[in-house]
């Protein structure tokens, strides 16, 4: 059997279908998104700073704003950067290389040495690659010398 409303929760309820007709009337629409805590951080304080009453507002006039730009300027508003559009050329890098050489060989005493390759374990020889080389002559696991002439793989 279905629970008699009390007097406060029939008014709650009547309340709460006025505010639905009104707002389905002026086609106002509730939108809910997740925010993260710092730009809601940033917002609650645009919203005092500018004088606003409710977030809503601030909200409206953003949109209201959005929409009166030009068709170009929101296009350039909304590109991002991304990490790939800092690049480093090869000749900026030889220019880098190049200064930090010459800066290290006008300090004495500093030693220059030449950054020397490090094997990783996918580079690592784990087949013969040369007729020369014979199985039983290797042990894969990288702990004895190869005899024989080898190639190593492209990675």
Same mark, same amino acid.
């Given at each position: 059997?279905? *629970?008699?409303?009390?007097?406060? &929760?029939?008014?709650?309820?009547?309340?709460? @279908? +006025? !505010?639905?007709?009104? $707002?389905?009337?002026?086609?106002?629409?509730?939108?809910?998104?997740?925010?993260?805590?710092?730009?809601?951080?940033?917002?609650?304080?645009?919203?005092?700073?500018?004088?606003?009453?409710?977030?809503?507002?601030?909200?409206?006039?953003?949109?209201?704003?959005?929409?009166?730009?030009?068709?170009?300027?929101?296009?350039?508003?909304? *590109?991002?950067?991304?990490?790939? &559009?800092?690049?480093?050329?090869?000749?900026? @890098? +030889? !220019?880098?290389?190049? $200064?930090?050489?010459?800066?290290?060989?006008?300090?004495?005493?500093?030693?220059?040495?030449?950054?020397?390759?490090?094997?990783?374990?996918?580079?690592?020889?784990?087949?013969?690659?040369?007729?020369?080389?014979?199985?039983?002559?290797?042990?894969?696991?990288?702990?004895?010398?190869?005899?024989?002439?080898?190639?190593?793989?492209?990675?």
């Amino acid at each position: 059997m279905a *629970e008699e409303k009390t007097g406060v &929760a029939k008014h709650s309820a009547d309340y709460r @279908a +006025r !505010q639905k007709a009104r $707002a389905k009337k002026l086609g106002i629409e509730k939108v809910f998104f997740n925010m993260p805590e710092g730009i809601k951080a940033a917002m609650a304080a645009e919203i005092e700073r500018h004088g606003y009453e409710q977030v809503q507002e601030l909200w409206q006039d953003l949109a209201l704003s959005w929409i009166a730009q030009d068709p170009e300027e929101r296009a350039r508003r909304l *590109e991002r950067p991304d990490a790939p &559009a800092f690049y480093i050329s090869p000749k900026l @890098a +030889r !220019q880098f290389n190049e $200064a930090s050489m010459a800066e290290l060989r006008r300090n004495p005493g500093d030693e220059i040495q030449s950054p020397t390759p490090v094997s990783l374990p996918s580079q690592r020889l784990t087949q013969p690659h040369s007729k020369h080389l014979k199985r039983e002559d290797a042990q894969l696991d990288g702990t004895s010398s190869y005899r024989g002439s080898m190639t190593w793989p492209s990675g």
